[in-house]
């Protein structure tokens, strides 16, 4: 069993819809959670990082974790075309020192 | 700022051959990582340096894997007499010393197929 499963999609949603991504993890040594985007044949670009459970907000992206039950969400709203990608969620541990545990990431397609 | 730089792109080669693929990490980012990704994966640690010290070498970098980055600054990955269970896409990324926890930053990887 992978230590950080993502929901496989493929994910096919309306231009304006509200998006969810979602992803587990089984270390409970994992203390930072990063979600990435990643457009077809190019190295993920980092979305958002957090600490800790709670929820994170960056403009149209909402990051939530839920330590106790070790999940990881992404909220996308008013979602558009150029948000078509992949997105990958991302864990680390404290001592890990950047050694980060992915996901196999969800590919999102948000149709005009 | 002009981010993480791979070098080739893209590389085939036949089977049995060595590939070396650099990387220069963002200017003054002492840490840099070495990842591999394959089609419907998530990217996968490889290896990682603080400065020049190779500080730490996943299970998956075999002895055929051979990772440098002399003077703190560019890093290369060898892979020796490739397979071609070996083609993938090798991401380089690099952060800053950090006090807690870590934002990498991704080059955009350099594709490899063995044939």
């Known amino acids: 069993q992978k230590e950080v499963e993502q929901d496989p999609g493929p994910l096919s949603v309306p231009e304006g819809a509200i998006v969810s991504l979602n992803c587990t993890y089984s270390?409970?040594?994992?203390?930072?959670f990063m979600w990435y985007r990643q457009y077809s044949r190019k190295g993920p670009e980092l979305l958002m990082y957090?600490?800790?459970?709670g929820n994170k907000e960056d403009g149209r992206f909402t990051a939530q974790v839920d330590k106790s039950s070790k999940y990881i969400s992404l909220f996308i709203r008013d979602s558009q075309p150029s948000d078509s990608a992949t997105y990958l969620c991302?864990?680390?541990?404290?001592?890990?020192?950047?050694?980060?545990?992915f996901g196999d990431g969800t590919t999102l397609t948000v149709k005009p | 700022d002009t981010g993480v730089s791979q070098n080739p792109r893209h590389k085939i080669t036949k089977r049995g051959q060595n590939v070396t693929f650099r990387c220069d990490p963002i200017?003054?980012?002492?840490?840099l990582y070495w990842y591999r990704q394959t089609l419907g994966q998530g990217p996968e640690f490889l290896t990682y340096f603080q400065n020049e010290a190779q500080l730490e070498k996943s299970r998956l970098l075999s002895d055929r894997f051979s990772a440098e980055r002399p003077k703190g600054s560019f890093s290369t990955l060898e892979i020796q007499r490739t397979e071609q269970g070996d083609s993938a896409m090798y991401l380089c990324?690099?952060?800053?010393?950090?006090?807690?926890?870590?934002?990498?930053?991704f080059g955009e990887g350099s594709w490899l197929t063995v044939v």
């Open positions: 200017s003054e980012h002492n840490r």
């Open positions: 270390n409970s040594a994992f203390q930072y």
């Open positions: 990324a690099s952060s800053p010393k950090i006090r807690f926890g870590n934002t990498i930053y």
């Open positions: 991302a864990t680390q541990g404290s001592t890990n020192a950047g050694k980060s545990t």
């Open positions: 957090t600490y800790s459970s």
